[in-house]
């Protein structure tokens, strides 16, 4: 079974009682990993550890370590009260959510042009925030 259909399958069973109570920066930032991780699990070793060459000197895997790192890095401010991303003062909890979203979603935008680079193809919203996909879903238009 795959990593997503394991979880489109537990999705119901030991869901929190109040999903409602989960921040929706929560549920959003939590979705974009699960993508990022389908993708990656998606990959070979070779296409992940890759680098392109050209304008592109980085790797799929490098993007995806700096994006778990700003994760820790938001848990860690969370638990302690103080977000440390290059030792700046931030302001509250969900703006440091929204930025950790915004902030993987962008890597995620170079993850898949690395993706493509290497010969594999991303999923068709990969790399998109998650407020864009549900607009794009829902004012059909041509492309």
């Given amino acids: 079974m795959t990593a997503t259909a394991e979880r ?9 009682p109040d999903i409602g109570a989960v921040p929706v920066a ?8 699960h993508q990022l991780s389908d993708l990656s699990e998606s990959l070979t070793d070779e ?19 700096h994006n778990l790192d700003h994760v820790d890095a938001l848990l860690v401010g969370l638990r302690t009260g ?14 440091e959510r929204a930025f950790v979203l915004s902030h993987i979603v962008h890597h995620n935008a170079l993850i898949a042009v690395i993706v493509r680079l290497v010969g594999a193809e991303p999923p068709a919203d990969f790399g998109y925030a998650p407020f864009t996909v549900t607009h794009q879903r829902s004012r059909p238009c041509a492309r």
Avoid: C, K, M, W
């Fill in 8 to 16: 489109s399958a537990g999705e119901n069973v030991g869901s929190p």
């Fill in 26 to 33: 929560v549920r959003r930032l939590v979705a974009v990993l």
């Fill in 47 to 65: 296409q992940f550890t890759r680098v392109p060459g050209g304008a592109v000197s980085s790797t799929i895997g490098g993007h995806v370590r």
């Fill in 82 to 95: 103080r977000s440390d991303y290059d030792r700046r003062d931030r302001s509250t909890p969900d703006r």
